[in-house]
């Protein structure tokens, strides 16, 4: 009689134990080619088993951490070490990591604290000694720059309540940066803002007090018919106009061709935009008494002046419909 047919038994699915082994040893073969973004995928793949082994679960939190670490990405390899360290609080690997991890975040009195755990599971264990010793002493370092730091900024921060002192006692307004579509305009110390003194121009020129007290502006000239500037980094408050005048103009500039831009041939204006309308200066008259007039408003931390030649066409046209108050 025939023998029925042998019927191949079905073999059982592997466990998800033997599943996230298989995915450590994928991970593992990566991890030892520098893969580690693959290494990273599997053994995620392996912890998405869930299986009930605390061990290996904590060995594929360490090993990912490892490769998540040498990608760069810290916070990641340290949530790692710390769900390996719940897992299994004496995996040594896992503590070093976490240590490492809040080195490179500069959390340096956390670096020691994991530092200390790790030494209470190995108290000669090398590389924890060697890094709790650096964490310390980037920790002092620290504690010291940011000393160093408190003081400074209460230093100018001083210097700038001294500085805001000296313009509000001279009567100087100043427009703040505006924090909406309107300027504000404000000659109350507690109203000025200690950052309103950032500069526009190029050089990053801020007003200042010099040894002997006196206020030193940034000033910037305008020259609209030929669409030039020039600045002065620091005008002192009692210089006149015409001296600089003479220091600029000692030399013809390039762009005047027509050669009328003599000190004697120059007047010199600001401009109320709020009115619209001109103020003609005395360029006998020093900075600070410009500054002090009850329409100059100092914007941007910077005073500006506006120079034409004397009865030129280009000057005649620009002040067609502007109110002009000359001197």
């Known amino acids: 009689p025939l023998l029925p047919p042998r019927v191949a038994l079905p073999c059982p699915p592997p466990s998800p134990a033997e599943l996230a082994r298989m995915y450590k040893n994928e991970g593992n073969e990566y991890f030892r080619e520098r893969d580690y ?58 503590v070093i990591r976490g240590a490492l991890c809040h080195m490179e975040l500069k959390n340096f009195s956390e670096a020691i604290a994991w530092c200390e755990e790790g030494l209470r599971i190995d108290s000669k264990e090398k590389k924890l000694v060697e890094m709790r010793a650096k964490a310390d002493k980037l920790k002092r370092a620290e504690e010291r720059d940011a000393r160093k730091a408190k003081v400074m900024k209460k230093k100018e921060q001083c210097q700038k309540e001294i500085l805001l002192a000296a313009i509000k006692e001279r ?70 106009f015409i001296d600089h005048l003479m220091v600029m103009f000692a030399e013809l500039p390039p762009w005047d061709l027509e050669r009328k831009y003599l000190p004697s041939n120059l007047e010199l204006y600001f401009e109320d935009e709020e009115r619209t309308e001109m103020y003609e200066l005395n360029p006998e008259h020093t900075l600070l008494q410009v500054l002090q007039h009850e329409r100059y408003f100092v914007k941007a931390g910077t005073p500006t002046v506006l120079a034409f030649v004397k009865r030129s066409p280009f000057s005649k046209k620009y002040f067609s419909g502007k109110k002009v108050h000359r001197l």
């Open 37 to 94: 973004g693959r290494a990273v995928v599997a053994y995620t793949e392996g912890l998405k088993k869930k299986c009930e082994d605390p061990e290996l679960n904590a060995v594929l939190h360490t090993n990912r951490g490892a490769a998540q670490f040498y990608l760069g990405n810290y916070r990641s390899a340290l949530n790692d070490a710390i769900q390996a360290k719940k897992l299994k609080p004496t995996h040594l690997k896992a």
């Open 171 to 240: 009567n100087i307004k100043l427009v703040l940066e505006p924090s909406n579509e309107e300027e504000e305009v404000s000659d109350g110390l507690a109203e000025i803002s200690l950052d309103g003194f950032h500069s526009d121009n190029a050089t990053g020129a801020k007003v200042h007090l010099d040894a002997d007290g006196n206020l030193n502006w940034p000033v910037l000239f305008l020259y609209p018919e030929h669409e030039q500037t020039d600045f002065i980094a620091a005008f002192h408050e009692n210089s006149r």
